[in-house]
C-alpha cells in the first residue's frame, strides 16, 4: 500500500461530520492522512499554515476559504483539490488549474437529489397538484369520483432548459415515462441532443410547446433573466414554470405578474433574493410552491457526498486520475 498523502479539511467545521459521518471518514482515512479536528475554515491559523506547508490534498466543502495565489504559495506540495460539494466557483481561482492542481467536484452526486425533486414535482403537476390543493383547501369538500378532464401525463409535454449535469440527470429520469421530451441549450449540437434521446429546440419554441419547463442553466451574465416577461408570455395557458437552478435566472417579478393573472403555475426551490423577504407575494399565491432551497443533497444524501471524495482519494493513491474533474475551461459557467 502507498503512503498515505497528506491532506487537510478547508470547510465548515459544522458541515463536516454531516458530509462525513463516521463510516465515511473511516473509508476517507484509509487513503489520506487527515485530522477531522483540523478544519480550515481560515487559511490564517497558524496551526492550520503549518499543515497546509505540507498538504498534498486539500479535501474542501461548503464554506472553503478562496484559493488565491497567496494561499496557494503556503501549500507547495499541493495537487488535488477535491470537493464534497457541488460548484467550485465560490473558492477556486484560475490560478489554482494555472498550477496544475487537479480539481474534483461532487456535483455528480448533487446532481442527482435536485433531479429526483425534479422528478416528483415534473409528474405532480402532470396532476394538478397545485390547482387540486387549492381547490380542496377553498372548498372544504371532496368533488367525489370523477374524470378531471385537462390533467395527467399520459404525452404531456416538458421541455428542459439546459443540458448540464442536473439537466441530462433529469432527462434520463423522465425517459421510463409517458412523457415528450425537449430541450434547449446553446451549446449542445443535435447529435449530443439525439445520443440523449431528446429533439433540440430554440428556446422559444420550447416555451411556446411545452406544459411543464424546468430550468436547469448555469447563472452567467448571459442567462441573467433568461425567463423575462417576453419568455414568460409565450409558455401556454396552464403551463407550469420550475426553477431548481438560481433565482437570477427568471424575472421574478414578471414571473410574479404571471402568476397573478392565474395563467401559469410555478415550482420554485430557489429565489430572487434568497430567501424570500416576509411580504413577498410569493408565499401567498396559490398557484406558487415555494420550497427553501432543499431540492439539492439534504440529510442523509450527504454522506453520498462524502463517499464521492473518499473513492477520489482512494483513485489518487493508486495513481488513478479523479473521476469527476472540473473542466478549467468550463468552471466559471457550471450550474
Known amino acids: 500500500m502507498p503512503e498515505r498523502p497528506q491532506a487537510l479539511f478547508a470547510m465548515t467545521a459544522e458541515n463536516l461530520p454531516l458530509v462525513f459521518p463516521p463510516e465515511v471518514l473511516a473509508r476517507l482515512r484509509e487513503a489520506v492522512d487527515i485530522d477531522p479536528d483540523l478544519i480550515a475554515e481560515d487559511f490564517t491559523d497558524p496551526r492550520v499554515r503549518e499543515v497546509l506547508a505540507r498538504t498534498e490534498i486539500l479535501v474542501t466543502g461548503w464554506g472553503c476559504p478562496r484559493l488565491d495565489a497567496a494561499v496557494l ?103 421510463p415515462f409517458d412523457l415528450r421530451v425537449s430541450l434547449t441549450d446553446p451549446y449542445v449540437t443535435e447529435l449530443r441532443a439525439a445520443q440523449l434521446g431528446v429533439p433540440l429546440l430554440p428556446l422559444d419554441d420550447l416555451l411556446h410547446t411545452s406544459d411543464i419547463v424546468t430550468i436547469h442553466a448555469p447563472e452567467t451574465p448571459q442567462t441573467h433573466h433568461l425567463i423575462g416577461r417576453r419568455e414568460l408570455a409565450l409558455m401556454s395557458d396552464g403551463a407550469t414554470l420550475i426553477n431548481t437552478a438560481r433565482g437570477g435566472l427568471v424575472d421574478q417579478d414578471a414571473l410574479v405578474a404571471e402568476l397573478r393573472t392565474g395563467r401559469l403555475n410555478a ?69
Open 73 to 175: 504559495d503556503a501549500a507547495p506540495e499541493l495537487r488535488a483539490v477535491l470537493h464534497s460539494a457541488g460548484s467550485v466557483k465560490g473558492f477556486a481561482t484560475p490560478e489554482v488549474w494555472r498550477r496544475g492542481i487537479a480539481v474534483s467536484s461532487a456535483a455528480d452526486a448533487n446532481a442527482l437529489p435536485v433531479a429526483e425533486y425534479t422528478l416528483a414535482m415534473i409528474l405532480l403537476a402532470g396532476k394538478d397538484l397545485l390547482g387540486a390543493r387549492e381547490r380542496l383547501r377553498t372548498e372544504r369538500a371532496h368533488p367525489g369520483w370523477g374524470v378531471v378532464p385537462g390533467i395527467g401525463n399520459h404525452g404531456r409535454r416538458v421541455g428542459v432548459i439546459g443540458a448540464s449535469r442536473i439537466g441530462r440527470r433529469v432527462i434520463g429520469l423522465l425517459a
Open 267 to 335: 415550482v420554485l426551490d430557489v429565489t430572487d433574493p434568497e430567501p424570500l423577504p416576509a411580504d413577498s407575494p410569493l408565499y401567498d399565491l396559490p398557484n406558487a410552491f415555494v420550497t427553501p432551497h432543499l431540492a439539492g443533497s439534504q440529510g442523509n444524501e450527504l454522506s453520498r457526498l462524502g463517499m464521492t471524495v473518499a473513492e477520489e482519494a482512494a483513485r489518487l493513491l493508486t495513481g488513478g486520475e479523479p473521476a469527476h474533474p472540473v473542466d478549467p475551461g468550463a468552471w466559471d459557467r457550471e450550474a
